[in-house]
């Protein structure tokens, strides 16, 4: 696991915090498609430094949260992100 800089975007509004980046899943990949989407990338925040964004940068390349999920901490939560020129929209679902 590496931490990596993320901007959370919401409207005009930017935030850089830490994450901390995991692997996508084969069953989420999945999971993804099925919906239309690609998930492509996977990171750990903290709970309270999530409100609710969209949108994601990271290394110049802007992602849309497609799902928020549980982590095995319980101070943070996971995002699944999928590059924006890969269409899709709303997002997947909070479990």
Known sequence: MRSEQIT????DTRSTIFADMKVV????????QQV???AEL???VYRDEFDGQK???LGGKRYRVIR????????KITLTLSDLSQGGDGMVGLF
């Open 42 to 44: 996977k990171c750990e």
């Open 25 to 32: 899943g084969v069953t989420e990949y999945y999971q993804a």
């Open 8 to 11: 959370l975007i919401s409207g």
């Open 36 to 38: 239309g989407d690609t």
């Open 68 to 75: 928020v999920g549980s982590a095995k901490n319980p101070d």
């Open 55 to 57: 949108f994601v940068e």
